[in-house]
């Protein structure tokens, strides 16, 4: 269950950027997780529901694309699918495989809301009223 | 908005814990200050002072690009983690396996044997309690205890308070001993020159394909508990092949803590690892 932690990491990769940018809301977040990374989207998915409440990603769409796996197969001097860390080689059946993609955990890219500033003014007015 | 700091959803919090983390028993007595952000981002309007607050001030959605790894803060921790661990020549091991595989056992002996040829130290990272640090203590070996909550691993942000809470001398060895899990401590880079997976023979010779993650991570695997091969029907050469499977650049030795057996090879092991460190010398023979 690390996926809490790397949803947590997330949250603060959101924060940082939302906040370098004058405390935009941030609408969607694309991540790019490998095959190999050993990450259950479904966990991740959960966790993310949870690390971002109250955060600048709050309620933001999240799309995951799944980076396929692949190694480097030693027998046959290429580059080969590797779905499963022990898959073999589909061409020569060999184990010797060293994993070059599939591996990744990624915050790839951020949409930041649009902001109007009057609507913001007249929301904190409205609030003010309020008060 | 309510912004929540790291320290209160800190990542080795499984969600709803906050501030469980212990050092032998003490809580960090203050939030440590926020290490400074990674270099790697350089939002644009804040690099130039461009976000002056005088004007209309309308945006459109706006896509960044991030390209960030999630685990990038642990990472820039775990970077100077070895930093520090390399000015002063200490080789650092991360020792990784289920719990029950032994561990603890193996660490005590190890250290007792290794007595007088240099200095030894241990984290120890436990969910809850003392008792492994306590054992640890007995031999005379410092320790430093972990207990991370509800955190099923290790981070590199523990490892870094913890070498401000231990004695460590230069160019000694110091062995983390990870909390017992086979999956999640595989993501975690604590600084480590190497993680060493722990596989007991009275676990199963398949473990290394269904939990493949830890054994493509390590450096070395050690097949434990090789006395009570007699009574179990475990093949180690077809754990070893298995582990090979996930990991053709795994190197294996077999050993008894109880018997003995093989133990010296994996003493033999820390010892040309040590000796590889620029600024370490070898072994003072006693």
Known sequence: ?131 | MTKLTRDQTMCSTCGCGSGEIRYNGQPALSAAPLPAPTQAFRPVAAAAGAHVHDHAHDHDAQKVKIERDILSHNDTLAAANRAWLAARAILALNLVSSPGSGKTTLLVETIRRLAGEFPIAVIEGDQQTEFDAERIRATGAPALQINTGKGCHLDAHMVGEAFARLPLAAQSLLLIENVGNLVCPAAFDLGEAHKVVILSVTEGEDKPLKYPDMFAAADLMLLSKTDLLPHLSFDPERAIGYAQRVNPRLHTLTLSTTSGAGFDAWLDWIRRERATLPGARPGAVT
């Open chain 1, 1 to 131: 269950m690390h996926e809490m932690a790397l949803a947590g990491s997330i949250r603060d990769i959101i924060d940082e950027v939302a906040h370098a940018h004058g405390d935009r809301r941030v609408e969607r977040v694309v991540l790019e997780i490998g095959e190999l990374a050993a990450v259950e989207i479904s966990a991740l998915r959960f966790g993310l529901e949870v690390a971002l409440k109250d955060s600048f990603g709050e309620n933001a769409i999240i799309d995951i694309i799944a980076v396929a796996g692949s190694g480097w197969c030693m027998r046959c001097a290429t580059t080969v699918a590797l779905p499963r860390r022990d898959a073999a080689c589909p061409q020569c059946g060999s184990y010797q495989i060293q994993p070059t993609a599939g591996t990744e955990m990624r915050v790839k890219e951020l949409m930041l809301a649009a902001v109007n500033e009057a609507a913001v003014d007249d929301e904190a007015h409205e609030r003010s009223d309020h008060v």
